[in-house]
Nanobody, 130 residues
Framework: QVQLVESGGGLVQAGGSLRLSCAASGRTFSNYAMGWFRQAPGKEREFVAA????????YKTDSVKGRFTISRDNAKNTVYLQMNSLKPEDTAVYYC???????????????????????WGQGTQVTVSS
């Protein structure tokens, strides 16, 4: 099973930027599609963004389109979430997650569903002040 460690969270003012990183170890990173989820206090965990095995395809929830960018570097076994124009409503614990490619999967998977992911990081706190 792949192990995931997030970093890069912190406190930032509204309008600012942060870049989250998620380092993977233990398995062949390119066999995993990667996702970012977040959970605010008192709310359910929600999908933020995902990137395909090769990095060629990305998905984002509507609320972050135009502000967040997900990318991966398979040579470094790392996935990134660049967050710009941050808003107080982006405040949450951010988790990265890994989906191991199944033999029958060709292009996509149920990337919005947390149950699709096989491994999770411990989370990193992002706080955006107004």
């Amino acid at each position: 099973q792949v192990q995931l460690v997030e970093s890069g969270g912190g406190l930032v003012q509204a309008g600012g930027s942060l870049r989250l990183s998620c380092a993977a170890s233990g398995r062949t990173f390119s066999n995993y599609a990667m996702g970012w989820f977040r959970q605010a206090p008192g709310k359910e965990r929600e999908f933020v963004a995902a990137v395909s095995w090769s990095g060629g395809t990305t998905y984002k929830t509507d609320s972050v389109k135009g502000r967040f960018t997900i990318s991966r570097d398979n040579a470094k076994n790392t996935v990134y979430l660049q967050m710009n124009s941050l808003k107080p409503e982006d405040t949450a614990v951010y988790y990265c997650a890994a989906h191991q490619r199944r033999p029958w999967e060709s292009g996509t998977y149920a990337y919005r569903e947390s149950s699709s992911y096989d491994a999770w990081g411990q989370g990193t706190q992002v706080t955006v002040s107004s």
